[in-house]
C-alpha cells in the first residue's frame, strides 16, 4: 500500500494550490479518501473527506475555499486549495480508510505567506 502526496510548497496568501495523492496497493474505489492536517506541535486535524462516489464534507473554516475531489480510474485524490491563507500554513497527509482499514501517505508541507 501507497499513497504518495505532492503539490505542496511556497504560496501568497490569496492564491491556490493543488494537492495531489497517488494511491496504489487497495481497492481505491472503497475507500474514504481524506486529506488532514498538522500544524507544530499540534494533532492532525481533518480537512476534508470523500466518499468512493463522492460524497465529501470540509472543516467549516475551508469549506468555500478548498474542494476535495478524485478520480478512481486513476487511483488519485485532490485537494483544491484555493484563497490560502497563512492560518492554512501546516503539513499535509494524504489517508485513505475502509473499516479497520487506515493508511497514511508522507506529508506535504504547505507555506502561505502574507
Known amino acids: 500500500v501507497q499513497l504518495q502526496a505532492s503539490g505542496g510548497g511556497l504560496v501568497q496568501a490569496g492564491q491556490s494550490l493543488r494537492l495531489s495523492c497517488a494511491a496504489s496497493?487497495?481497492?481505491?474505489?472503497?475507500?474514504?479518501m481524506a486529506w488532514h492536517r498538522q500544524f507544530p506541535g499540534k494533532q492532525r486535524e481533518l480537512v476534508a473527506h470523500?466518499?468512493?462516489?463522492?460524497?465529501?464534507d470540509y472543516l467549516h473554516s475551508v469549506k468555500g475555499r478548498f474542494f476535495v475531489s478524485r478520480d478512481n480510474a486513476l487511483n488519485m485524490a485532490y485537494l483544491q486549495m484555493n484563497n490560502v491563507n497563512p492560518e492554512d500554513t501546516a503539513v499535509y497527509y494524504c489517508?485513505?480508510?475502509?473499516?479497520?482499514?487506515?493508511?497514511w501517505g508522507q506529508g506535504t508541507k504547505v507555506t502561505v505567506s502574507s
Open positions: 489517508n485513505a480508510q475502509y473499516g479497520s482499514q487506515n493508511y
Open positions: 496497493g487497495f481497492t481505491f474505489s472503497d475507500y474514504v
Open positions: 470523500i466518499s468512493g462516489r463522492g460524497a465529501a
